[in-house]
């Protein structure tokens, strides 16, 4: 079974751009999160999907937004881009009562 | 949420186990105790969990203690593919909001 795949790998954009982030998650699993790793900050959680719906939202500011499609992927989006946003972000899938599967991450480098 | 406190980082040699530890004072009833590993350019892989009991898999053991303040993961022969950020983490529901500390930073010497 493929594990959860994110796309790109990395990317660099510049600041005042926006960014869209994918992620397809194990097949069958309906439940995808978001997380942001920074070495400041450490782990972060962003949101979560659930069947198209968001579930759960963590603290960042509205620049910071996902969706999540009938297939179960789900995109991030981060508009109008700060140096501070430069980290890697995580995509996790998991079907109930099951461990969190994390993607390698797509590393963003905001110049 | 409760917080987790492990040390910033340890040191163990090659086939020898192990003992990676975890406080939890402030957990709740509900709290399942989480332990996941990140090794270099990856990202976080799940390990073990628990809420009361011991546990154990094929990659490690989880140690709870009878008050459940405390936890400790145990590799019982640590390898060089075992160097890695280890957390502990609660978490609380069924949803997927794991609130991560800072970790713990494992080293293994050959």
């Known amino acids: 079974k493929a594990g959860v795949t994110q796309t790109p790998r990395y990317l660099i954009k510049t600041r005042g751009q926006q960014v869209t982030l994918s992620c397809s998650p194990i097949?069958?699993?309906?439940?995808v999160s978001w997380y942001q790793q920074t070495p400041g900050q450490g782990l972060q959680f962003l949101f979560e999907?659930?069947?198209?719906?968001?579930?759960n939202k963590g603290n960042f500011p509205g620049r910071f937004s996902g969706r999540q499609f009938s297939n179960s992927r789900s995109e991030m989006n981060v508009s109008t881009l700060e140096l501070g946003d430069s980290a890697l972000y995580l995509c996790a899938s998991r079907i109930p009562d099951s461990p969190l599967h994390f993607g390698n991450g797509t590393r963003l480098t905001v110049t | 949420d409760a917080k987790t406190t492990q040390p910033n980082s340890m040191e163990s040699n090659e086939e020898e186990p192990v003992h990676l530890p975890c406080n939890h004072s402030?957990?709740?009833?509900?709290?399942?105790i989480h332990w996941y590993r990140q090794l270099p350019s990856q990202g976080p892989e799940y390990v073990i969990h628990g809420l009361t009991s011991n546990v154990n898999n094929r990659m490690a053991s989880l140690a709870i203690a009878e008050d459940r303040k405390s936890s400790t993961l145990i590799l019982h022969r640590a390898t060089l593919r075992d160097a890695a950020v280890y957390y502990c983490i609660l978490r609380r529901n069924a949803g997927n909001m794991l609130t991560f500390g800072g970790g713990t930073r494992l080293m293994v010497k050959p």
């Open positions: 999907y659930f069947s198209e719906t968001q579930r």
């Open positions: 097949s069958g699993h309906r439940s």
């Open positions: 402030t957990i709740s009833g509900t709290d399942y």
